[in-house]
Structures are given as structure tokens and as C-alpha cells.
């Protein structure tokens, strides 16, 4: 049974580009949330997606946009990238109604 | 919106020294408090959490105690081992719909042999 497995494992790019960052989650699972961790920093939810639809966001500009497929997998986008969003960017998936969130191994993202 | 402090930021103990981490919330609707383990390099693991209909948690060398009252909750390990050495992450959510994770800055546990 595999786990939740992201790609790419790392990421550079320059300010302005856009990046698309993919998630596939748990067997059995229908929810994915993405979060952002700076370096000595706890992860920060940015959104969750249900059901192919944004359900819920934290405060993160409209820069970051994402996706769910009818498979659950999903994608997180960032456009007109900043210095300020290189960081490792965590997907966790669990199942509806149930609070348990499992992580992937991040995308370690770096805007030069 | 909820923030979750944590305390301390970093920790060395000895090993077979206990552990105590503890972090307080300010969201009282906040009803689920994981805890996770993060090694360098490696993903957050889920290592134990509690739900806010109950006080205490354990399992095996590692507890969690909540205190709704006073909007904290500690994780205690017992009998450290080197493999233990990891940052360390509390958390809280709403659950359910709102199931979004807010989490502390995280602590650095050394567990020196």
C-alpha cells in the first residue's frame, strides 16, 4: 500500500516562473491538503481540497492556486514566484470526516 | 484565527532522561491535537494524537496529556533513546471540515547517548 508520494523531490526556478508541484494520495484517501514549511519553521496550511473543490485556505496570496482530479491526486501551482516561496512544500492526505493527516516526503522548492 | 505556541525550541537530555514538550492554543473550538516527528530530511510521521473528549493518551514510551481548560497539551517521552533525536511538532485543528492543521514552530530534541 503506498503512501503519499509527491513530485518533483526538488525544484529550482527563477523569480517570475511558474511551477506546478504533484500529489498523489494514500489508497483510500479523498483529501488533500498542501502546506508550506520554511527552513526551522513549522509546515503552514495553505489549502485543502475536497471533491475536486477548494474547501478550505489559510492565508496565502492568490499566487497559489491548486487542483484535485477525479482520481484525488492533485496539484499545487505558484505562479510569479518570489524569493520568499522557496521552502518544502507538504501534501497530506486523509479521508473525510476523519481527522488523521498523512504526509508525503515534500518538494523541496528553491527560487534563485 | 488559532495559533499554537511550543516550547521549548530546542531540548537535550540524556539517554533514559524523560522528554516534556508542551504547546498551548488559543482556538477553544480547536478538538484534535496531533503530535509529529520529523527527522532531518524525512516527512512529519504522526506519532500519537488525542481528541478533545479525553485527558490523557499513551502509548508505549510516548504520552500526551490535554488540558482544555487552560488550552494546553504536552508530549512526554519516557526512557529516550538516541532514535528520538528528531524536531518534534505539535498541532491543533477543528476537525471535521475544518480539518486544517495549525502547528507550533516545533522543538529540537537531542537525545545525547
Known amino acids: 500500500d503506498a503512501g503519499v508520494t509527491q513530485s518533483p523531490t526538488h525544484l529550482i526556478k527563477t523569480r517570475g516562473q511558474q511551477v506546478t508541484l504533484r500529489c498523489s494520495p494514500k489508497?483510500?484517501?479523498?483529501?488533500v491538503s498542501w502546506y508550506q514549511q520554511a527552513l526551522g519553521q513549522g509546515p503552514q496550511f495553505i489549502f485543502q481540497y475536497y471533491e475536486e473543490e477548494e474547501r478550505q485556505r489559510g492565508n496565502f496570496p492568490d499566487r497559489f492556486s491548486g487542483h484535485q482530479f477525479p482520481n484525488y491526486s492533485s496539484e499545487l501551482n505558484v505562479n510569479a514566484l518570489l524569493l520568499g516561496d522557496s521552502a518544502l512544500y507538504l501534501c497530506?492526505?486523509?479521508?473525510?470526516?476523519?481527522?488523521?493527516?498523512?504526509f508525503g516526503a515534500g518538494t523541496r522548492l528553491s527560487v534563485l | 484565527g488559532e495559533n499554537v505556541e511550543q516550547h521549548p525550541s530546542t531540548l537535550s537530555v540524556q539517554e533514559g532522561d524523560s522528554a516534556v514538550i508542551k504547546c498551548t492554543y488559543s482556538?477553544?473550538?480547536?478538538?484534535?491535537f496531533p503530535w509529529y516527528k520529523q527527522e532531518l530530511g524525512k516527512r512529519p510521521q504522526l506519532i500519537i494524537d488525542?481528541?478533545?473528549?479525553?485527558g490523557e493518551k499513551k502509548d508505549q514510551r510516548i504520552a500526551v496529556t490535554l488540558n482544555k481548560t487552560a488550552k494546553h497539551f504536552s508530549l512526554h517521552i519516557t526512557e529516550t533513546q538516541p532514535e528520538d533525536s528528531a524536531v518534534y511538532f505539535c498541532?491543533?485543528?477543528?476537525?471535521?471540515?475544518?480539518?486544517?492543521?495549525?502547528f507550533g514552530k516545533g522543538t529540537k530534541l537531542s537525545v545525547k547517548p
Open positions: 489508497s483510500g484517501h479523498d483529501t
Open positions: 497530506a492526505s486523509s479521508l473525510a470526516g476523519k481527522n488523521i493527516q498523512y
Open positions: 498541532a491543533a485543528s477543528r476537525g471535521g471540515s475544518q480539518g486544517n492543521l495549525i
Open positions: 482556538d477553544s473550538a480547536s478538538n484534535y
Open positions: 488525542i481528541r478533545s473528549n479525553v
